[in-house]
């Protein structure tokens, strides 16, 4: 056994490899985002307004910091070997708490715990955890202490500024002030935690592995589309009480076609193409700085698109199981309408950006299918709301058609690079297990 090996062995963490993949743990930590991304969804829900939509927008802001914490640190440690499993799960306890809090963050409700000092309380556990972690690692090297030591100063100051929101003094303000207040010291938070990932200029971003951070990122955008799925087919109560009927079957599968369409755009070949383009940079501090624009930051507004989708689609086979509703339903409410249309709208531009940045390609099919979309909000808005979902799904699924289509000389070759490579990892996997198991 080397020096190397008993040291990793003696402080109970081993480091990752650039090899490495993400690890069934891992899988395990997202499941409380399961949770967490229908809470978000549940909470909008709830308040139905311009202000509502904003909050729990905030809040999915700073959730997304938690998971990307996970992720980073996933990319950096083996998270399933040594005493990190013991870590972790003491971890996903305090990030399960944030989660169960979401809808209560910004409400102090009579009656129990203060909603907004329990989820300041998990997001500082959660962060310190990571940051802990992270210190730790690095404890050995002065380099990476030091970078990863004012990684922890914004955890503080985010964790400051939502105890501040939490404890303000109402006497100071009243009514739609008081509102604005906390919601402002929300939004300092969120600007204290990337506006220092801005400042560090890559440096806090350590990416051992491209295909572990790519593979990561894909598995939350899964885990997002999933949550739309469980927003389509639970809306805000149970429908067991009301009949299955044909508005039900057609929503639920107007939905479906959105969500695939929305997967296609994403993993048909533009995930591929972002992994091969980070393998491709070979410069620590570039893929660093690459890994956290086109990853950490501009995988929001992806997740983002998809949470405001399933808002607009709450409710709303509900609705068309209720013999009371109309044939093809009810007109959207506006929130609703800008919900399902925006939501689709902001994560296609989300993808136009990230073919821009990543692969320097315009995706001119989907730029046209954004403004065609935001035309068509004002028609949606006079249609009964199935078909103002069955025209947001033909034109959805039209746009990434045409993408597909304009796409095919580089889809050919990026998806064959990918599968070479699955083969040949595939092949020296068999030949490594034939000669060790």
């Not at 129990?112 to 998990?122: D, E, R």
């Not at 109402?170 to 506006?195: K, N």
């Not at 199981?321 to 399902?340: F, I, K, M």
Request: aromatic share 8%; proline share 4%; hydrophobic share 55%.
């Amino acid at each position: 056994m080397g020096r190397a090996d008993r040291g990793r062995r003696a402080s109970g963490v081993q480091r990752s490899a650039p090899g490495s993949r993400a690890t069934r743990l891992e899988l395990f930590y997202d499941l409380v985002f399961v949770f967490a991304f229908l809470n978000v969804t549940t909470a909008a829900a709830g308040n139905p307004t311009v202000r509502g939509v904003i909050q729990a927008l905030v809040v999915l802001a700073l959730l997304w910091w938690c998971w990307t914490g996970f992720a980073a640190l996933g990319n950096v440690i083996r998270t399933d070997q040594g005493v990190v499993p013991l870590v972790g799960f003491v971890t996903m306890a305090a990030a399960f708490v944030l989660a169960l809090s979401l809808p209560k963050a910004f409400v102090d409700r009579p009656g129990g715990l203060s909603g907004p000092l329990v989820f300041a309380t998990g997001y500082f556990l959660v962060r310190a955890s990571q940051a802990s972690i992270f210190l730790w690692v690095g404890r050995r090297n002065r380099d990476l202490r030091q970078r990863w030591l004012l990684m922890a100063v914004p955890v503080v100051l985010a964790t400051a500024f939502i105890v501040t929101a939490a404890l303000l003094p109402q006497r100071l303000f009243d009514g739609t002030a008081e509102g604005l207040a906390r919601l402002a010291c929300w939004i300092a938070a969120i600007g204290v935690e990337y506006g220092a990932g801005l400042a560090l200029r890559g440096t806090g971003w350590t990416i051992l592995s491209a295909g572990h951070w790519a593979e990561r990122h894909a598995q939350i955008i899964l885990v997002a589309l999933g949550e739309t799925i469980i927003a389509l087919g639970l809306g805000p109560s149970g429908t067991i009480n009301l009949p299955l009927t044909w508005p039900v079957l057609i929503g639920a599968v107007l939905g479906i076609a959105v969500v695939a369409a929305l997967w296609w755009a994403y993993f048909d070949t533009l995930a591929f193409a972002m992994e091969q383009a980070l393998h491709r940079t070979r410069d620590r501090l570039a893929r660093a700085v690459l890994a956290r624009d086109v990853y950490t930051y501009l995988h929001l507004p992806v997740v983002a698109g998809v949470i405001l989708f399933a808002l607009g689609l709450k409710g709303l086979i509900y609705e068309g199981a209720d013999p009371g509703t109309p044939a093809w339903g009810v007109r959207l409410p506006g929130l609703d309408l800008l919900a399902l249309y925006g939501g689709v709208s902001v994560y296609l531009l989300a993808m136009i950006v990230l073919g821009g940045r990543m692969l320097g390609a315009a995706r001119w099919p989907t730029v046209g299918g954004v403004l065609l979309l935001l035309l068509l909000v004002p028609v949606a808005g006079q249609l009964p709301e199935l078909v103002a979902l069955a025209l947001l799904a033909v034109a959805t699924v039209a746009v990434v058609g045409v993408q597909t289509v304009v796409d095919a000389p580089r889809r050919r070759r990026v998806r064959q690079v990918a599968l070479e490579e699955q083969l040949a990892a595939e092949e020296e996997q068999t030949r490594w297990r034939g000669h060790h198991l």
